[in-house]
């Protein structure tokens, strides 16, 4: 008999395939890693280099597929290098190599020491937890001579189903073989969650019961309601599937620009973190870029990139999108995303901690140095790209931060990502001349949930009332004011959250490039006042599931009136 999981959906679609498992992590028991033998001690020195050496070996190898990738795939990945060389991790783990363990074990124990202070951190430094284990399995696959670790290639396409994954894993995936991600743990707006968005390929997480799925084993996905069948009919399989193909083949044919069905306009725009993710967004059809992450030029260097080689990485995105808005975001470093040039505070908490605008607080010549570079590459560039701080709090942090840019002749904004800065949007938009809402971490601190734990994955769904209820407050602060409200989280790649956010006053939407079709074909398909209709149910429910299946009600309800309507008015 077919059996139903059902778990948190992410990125919508269908896919019928055979189960993938990932390769096996190397044995971590005390016999394998040699936990019993005391190294002696004038062993303990090589045996220290050696621990460095591989560790140097695994960092030099995520760097190189950093290199390979772009975006958050490379972002991620870069970070990831960054735990294989944490002089914290590796100072422990020499340690207990100085104490006599050997270099495997002594991998064990630190990473265990590690992931229990991140655990007890929670919030994103929690996150990390996966990420330190894949470093940890790497470390000592090169130590102990074994293959690396990771995801394998499949003969055909299949559905990889895990407990979580690291970067480096989902990083690397192929999405014409690996054609859906199912995971026991994670939540909506975990790594693997973004990067699957970014490979365009459904993706459904906190699904418990996926323990015992041999591999092999037939599978359909439905990223699109979270339902998981095992060894479903195959007939019946294959009919969802061929319609979710037709359906993908008419949104492919959308070209923008950005419009609901009768005709109010709507910003389709990518998230980009460097010049070759902004070239190729270019081949989607966005209309400029929402949300340029700069962090990638700061991460994992020893000393601050020069305002000469931001000015350069800037530049090469404004010329991608060459007359068109770019939105740039200035760093937003700290919490997992440390800088290795800063000394950073030793926080309890440091997803509350010093992070993004608080950065430039402390370090106010990093933020001048950056806006420097950003206005040598407008003024080289003959563009005028627009500015946002993320982390702000208040209408003073905005107002600082404002008066800096202007003070260099460009546009200025700041993220809503924090409740506080939501309930004080219209003192905010008072300040600067636009705003986007960051709906990953504003979800996640609204619902005081670990976007990372699968437990609390319905909390951190942006689907949730509250999250809905603080998005209407922004937009109706813009709307007051006459200023652009856009949205620069993942919650911009769901089409039918998409039409909800522009019901709510949303005026601008930017995601993964992938997403523009499925977004932009669905607002077409219906009008502002179905949008309005739909945002209005989603506001009475209250849980996101409610939330989704009143809107989609609505929405889909109203699709094919819309578009009559549409014809019917330009036969006129």
């Not at 073989?177 to 968005?197: D, E, F, K, M, N």
């Amino acid at each position: 008999m077919t059996q139903i999981l059902t778990g948190t959906p992410v990125v919508g679609g269908v896919a019928h395939g055979p189960a993938l498992s990932p390769g096996r992590r190397p044995d971590h028991s005390a016999e394998a890693l040699g936990a019993g033998v005391e190294i002696s001690e004038d062993q303990r020195p090589e045996e220290v280099a050696r621990f460095t050496a591989a560790a140097g070996v695994v960092a030099a190898r995520l760097r190189e597929r950093a290199s390979q990738n772009t975006g958050v795939a490379a972002e991620v990945l870069a970070a990831t290098a960054g735990l294989a060389e944490d002089r914290g991790w590796i100072g422990a783990a020499s340690a207990l190599i100085a104490r006599g363990a050997s270099a495997p074990s002594a991998a064990v124990a630190a990473t265990e020491q590690f992931a229990a202070v991140f655990t007890k951190l929670g919030g994103l430094m929690a996150e990390r937890v996966t990420d330190l284990n894949d470093v940890r399995d790497r470390v000592l696959a090169e130590l102990l001579g074994l293959p690396e670790p990771g995801v394998p290639t499949p003969e055909v396409p299949s559905i990889l189903l895990a407990d979580d994954l690291a970067p480096a894993d989902t990083a690397g995936l192929d999405p014409t073989t690996t054609i859906a991600l199912v995971t026991r743990l994670g939540g909506p707006t975990s790594h693997t969650a973004i990067i699957a968005r970014q490979l365009g390929i459904p993706c459904v997480v906190a699904v418990s019961g996926l323990v015992g799925i041999d591999a092999g084993t037939a599978i359909l996905v439905d990223g699109t309601t979270g339902e998981i069948a095992v060894d479903p009919d195959d007939t019946a399989a294959r009919a969802r599937v061929e319609e979710y193909r037709r359906h993908a083949a008419r949104i492919a044919g959308w070209s923008g620009p950005g419009r609901t069905g009768d005709g109010v306009e709507v910003a389709i725009l990518a998230h980009v973190a460097d010049g070759s993710s902004a070239r190729a967004a270019t081949d989607h059809p966005v209309e400029g870029v929402g949300l340029f992450r700069t962090e990638l030029a700061f991460l994992e260097r020893a000393d601050e990139p020069s305002v000469d080689e931001q000015a350069c990485i800037y530049r090469e995105v404004l010329d991608a999108f060459d007359g068109r808005k770019v939105v740039i975001r200035t760093l937003d470093a700290g919490s997992d995303k440390p800088l290795r040039f800063v000394t950073h505070p030793d926080e309890a908490n440091p997803a509350l901690g010093v992070r993004g605008d608080r950065i430039a607080l402390a370090h106010p010549e990093i933020r001048a140095r950056q806006l420097d570079a950003i206005a040598r590459a407008a003024q080289e560039a003959d563009a005028q790209p627009w500015v946002m701080a993320p982390m702000i709090a208040s209408p003073a942090e905005a107002a600082a931060f404002a008066a800096q840019v202007r003070e260099r002749g460009l546009v200025a904004g700041v993220m809503i990502e924090v409740p506080a800065a939501a309930i004080l949007a219209p003192a905010i938009l008072a300040e600067v001349d636009f705003v986007s809402i960051g709906t990953n971490d504003l979800t996640q601190y609204t619902m005081a949930a670990d976007r990372m734990s699968a437990e609390l994955a319905s909390l951190t769904d942006p689907w949730q009332p509250a999250v809905l209820h603080l998005v209407a407050t922004v937009a109706r602060a813009g709307r007051d004011q006459g200023k652009p409200v856009g949205v620069c989280g993942e919650a911009a790649a769901d089409p039918h959250l998409a039409c909800v956010l522009v019901g709510l006053g949303v005026t601008s939407l930017s995601s993964a490039p992938v997403a523009a079709p499925a977004v932009g074909a669905q607002l077409g398909a219906v009008t502002l006042a179905t949008c309005e209709n739909a945002a209005a149910a989603a506001l009475a429910a209250t849980d996101p599931a409610t939330a989704r299946a009143a809107a989609a009600a609505v929405l889909d309800s109203g699709a094919d009136t819309d578009s009559d309507e549409v014809r019917l008015a330009a036969s006129r």
